[in-house]
């Protein structure tokens, strides 16, 4: 069975500050995905990021970096520099290698940026 | 990418009543899915949307309370059938299989049941 872990339900920043979300994931499969999205108060879920199980490489976009270690099976998420328009839940989701296309979501970090 | 288009976005209905909620994506997609997210929860799966054949749903999801339709590759709707406060939650499209395994998600409907 697959499970997304995070453990964090709440952080709380001011702005500037660096934030890391963390996410455990579970999976018998040795293909599979790995996503990020965020879910500002609007309610739409925005795609961040999508990494493959054979791709360990970190990722920077501007000031989100990501963090995926397969022998921890950890897959973080860092805002480096938070802004006020960060704050969001943050949702990390796992996709297993078959052709079924289902997410398995974690809980959610809801992460609060204050000025 | 992919441009799901979900409506209503909003609605407040009165229990007892069913809601259709459609998508539409801009292009032909091979999966679609709905899943629901409850106040303050994470996102559940409620079934896959099957073009031309009845939905496959997941444990606690069944097709007389979700009715699912799926005419064609762009198109699906989503009944909420019989709606009691407890139905209360965002409703949201997936679509997925577009290439590269990405997968992408509507606006969300936000229903309210009272």
């Known amino acids: 069975a697959q499970k997304v872990t995070q453990a964090q339900t709440e952080i709380s920043v001011v702005e500037k500050e660096d934030v890391t979300l963390d996410c455990v994931y579970e999976?018998?499969?040795?293909?599979?995905?790995l996503f990020w999205y965020k879910q500002p108060p609007s309610g739409e879920l925005v795609f961040l990021i999508r990494?493959?199980?054979?791709?360990?490489q970190n990722e920077i976009s501007g000031r989100y970096s990501w963090n995926f270690q397969k022998s921890t099976s950890s897959f973080n998420f860092t805002i480096t520099a938070s802004q006020v328009v960060d704050s969001a839940v943050y949702f990390c989701?796992?996709?297993?290698?078959?052709?079924?296309?289902?997410?398995?979501f974690g809980k959610g970090t809801l992460l609060t940026v204050n000025p | 990418s992919a441009v799901i288009s979900q409506k209503p976005s909003r609605d407040i209905c009165q229990r007892g009543t069913s809601l259709t909620i459609q998508c539409q994506v801009d292009?032909?997609?091979?999966?679609m899915f709905w899943y629901r997210q409850q106040p303050g929860q994470s996102l559940t799966l409620i079934a896959t949307?099957?073009?031309?054949?009845?939905?496959?749903?997941e444990s606690g999801f069944v097709i007389d309370k979700f009715p699912i339709s799926r005419p064609n590759l762009t198109f699906s709707t989503l009944t909420v059938s019989n709606m009691s406060p407890e139905d209360s939650s965002i409703y949201l499209c997936?679509?997925?299989?577009?290439?590269?395994?990405?997968?992408?998600f509507g606006q969300g409907t936000r229903l309210t049941v009272v």
């Open positions: 989701a796992l996709m297993n290698g078959g052709s079924n296309y289902k997410l398995t």
């Open positions: 990494r493959n199980s054979f791709d360990e």
């Open positions: 999976t018998r499969d040795t293909t599979y995905y």
């Open positions: 292009s032909q997609v091979t999966m």
């Open positions: 949307a099957n073009q031309g054949s009845e939905a496959t749903y």
């Open positions: 997936s679509v997925a299989g577009t290439g590269d395994t990405e997968a992408f």
